[in-house]
């Protein structure tokens, strides 16, 4: 369950329209928040455009980015009515179950589309006592995580174990098992062979961990170029 925002009345939001997976959001609308309503709901100042409030229809999907720092948070929601306090007008905006991360990171995000085998440790093992992983497809991967197509559904903060494919012949490109973090699924685009699109974020153990992915994607670069 979502936890009300701890935030200061007066934190400035940056928030953008939502965008399909793979697109970079454009925030450029300016608001603030002002007070929680709950854990799932706050109160946040009205953006203004063109000189004026905006307007927005009730299912359009926002995103809303706060923070500081190498990483700053992402969080979704729709508008469910306008709220007079005082002589101001507040939006009343009802978070959705999405929590993203935008990190401000040197490794780029490359776009890829390429199989992963991935799996849940409280899955049921086979006969032998193994879990048997399932094909995911890669929308784009980075140093900190990625975007996946996939046939199962993950809630958010829920964790899973991706394997990335052997990648040309060199040490860099040896396969790499890694646990994962979700931050978000959604339902992937009508036509799509999979059910499902998620965001991960990768946990590593330590710094060779990351070492290792970040020399792969480098490896990995040769061969989408």
Known sequence: MAQALKLKSGTKLAVAFDVPVG?????????????PLGDSSFLMSIPMKSGKSMTISDDQKLLIRY???AEQNIIAGYVDETVKQGIRSYWKLRRV?????????????????????YSQPTWHANLDGIIEPEDGLTLDI???????????????????????????????????????????TRKAEKGSPYKNIC???????????????????????????
């Open 97 to 117: 179950t999405e929590k993203r991360t935008f990190f401000q990171r040197a490794d780029e995000r490359v776009k890829i589309s390429m199989h992963v085998a």
């Open 23 to 35: 697109k970079d959001p454009d925030f450029s609308l300016v608001s603030s928040f002002f007070k």
């Open 142 to 184: 980075s140093g900190g995580g990625m975007a996946m197509y996939l046939n199962d559904y993950f809630e958010v903060g829920e964790i899973c174990t991706v394997t990335l494919p052997p990648m040309g012949t060199s040490k860099a490109g040896k396969p790499i098992t890694l646990l994962a973090e979700n931050c978000w």
């Open 67 to 69: 923070g500081d720092g």
């Open 199 to 225: 965001g991960l974020k990768f946990n590593y153990k330590d710094q060779r961990d990351k070492k290792r992915v970040a020399d792969y994607i480098e490896n990995m670069k040769k061969y989408t170029s």
